[in-house]
């Protein structure tokens, strides 16, 4: 598979993730909504301006998920599943915020923007930790430097992502 197919196939898996949780979302009721809403991730019901710790588990539990799961040799290529159910949670939870809370501008300046970079960098730490595989004859990279540069990567988004959610509660 060339690299132009493959882009298309990781985006593809996003994409019917985030379909997959809307129409999830049309199939449940507001009661079910909430109940999945406040056991994954508490921010998107715009209570109040939620603490480092209730912003910080819902991004770092899928990479530990990912990082056990990639560490087992039989469990390894179910790590895509991880970034299919994160991006079914975000397009389920984008629905929940446009149509339960009437929070379009919520959703437009922090939920949709932050919560796809996090998918995309999801998606790029299974690409490290389980690779396709490769049948020319390559020299073969070490994979910590991708990693630090993967963790680098999410804490900036995650320290944008506290900054917009600073503002965006303080402008209620």
Same mark, same amino acid.
């Given at each position: ?27 449940? &009721? ?8 406040? &056991? ?19 991004? *770092? ?8 799961? #990639? ?7 179910? &790590? ?5 159910? $994160? ?21 437009? #300046? ?11 960098? @999801? ?5 490290? @930790? ?6 020319? *004859?390559?020299? $073969? ?12 990567? &999410? ?16 402008? $209620?």
């Amino acid at each position: 598979m060339n690299r132009s197919f493959q882009l298309i196939y990781f985006f593809l898996i996003i994409a019917i993730g985030f379909i997959g949780g809307i129409l999830l979302l049309q199939l449940s &009721t507001v009661e079910q909504a909430d109940w999945l809403i406040r &056991t994954f991730d508490r921010r998107v019901l715009l209570k109040a301006q939620p603490s480092i710790w209730q912003s910080l588990w819902p991004v *770092v539990i899928p990479f530990v998920i990912v990082a056990l799961l #990639a560490s087992h040799n039989l469990l390894r290529h179910v &790590t895509r599943i991880v970034v299919v159910l $994160k991006a079914a949670f975000f397009g389920y939870s984008s629905g929940y915020l446009i149509d339960t809370q009437n929070a379009f501008w919520s959703y437009a #300046a922090w939920w949709f923007p932050f919560q796809l970079l996090h998918s995309i960098v @999801l998606l790029l730490f299974c690409i490290v @930790l389980v690779p396709q595989p490769v049948y020319s *004859v390559r020299k $073969k990279l070490p994979i910590w430097p991708r990693i630090v540069v993967i963790v680098i990567t &999410t804490i900036i988004i995650f320290a944008g992502e506290l900054v917009a959610i600073h503002f965006l509660f303080k402008l $209620k």
